[in-house]
């Protein structure tokens, strides 16, 4: 039992754990590349050799994902696919009174998700050569987005 509390006391003397909140102003419904905001807003990721780091947005009417972040007309075809697969002005939504886009929204958030995990590599987000992270707003006007971002490890 001593070698196991010893070994956990060593874990947390290492582990190190930064959380940021920030706010993402308000953008026009689509895909948008963030990953430059997330690493500016939380450079303590440089710190960690080997660790996570986690995104995490406070809304329902919008979500997180990771793809390709080069070409910006996969993007456009993110945001096509999404608008024919959960269509506006459905007559069978209930949840209707913040307008047309409001229940399309929560459904795309919720196809999508609330947050990602990213591993961290030597300081650095160890994302793809051809990967970034998106903020995915599928609100006409969502307003600002809160985001919190953190990472942990080693």
């Known amino acids: 039992m001593t070698s196991a509390v010893t070994f956990i006391n060593r874990i947390t003397a290492i582990m190190q754990i930064f959380q940021q909140q920030i706010q993402i102003p308000e953008q026009r419904r689509g895909f948008h590349l963030i990953t430059p905001v997330v690493l500016r807003a939380l450079p303590q990721i440089a710190q960690i050799n080997t660790g996570m780091c986690q995104v995490f947005i406070q809304h329902t009417s919008a979500s997180l994902t990771i793809n390709e972040n080069a070409d910006p007309t996969v993007r456009q075809d993110f945001e ?8 506006e002005n459905d007559p069978d939504y209930k949840h209707d009174y913040e307008g047309s886009d409001d229940m399309p929204a929560h459904l795309k958030a919720s196809l999508l998700g609330s947050s990602v995990m990213i591993p961290i590599h030597r300081g650095k987000l160890a994302l793809g050569t051809w990967q970034g992270l998106y903020l995915c707003e599928h609100r006409d006007r969502g307003g600002a987005r809160s985001l919190v971002i953190t990472a942990w490890g080693v």
């Open 80 to 87: 096509m696919f999404f608008n024919k697969t959960v269509r």
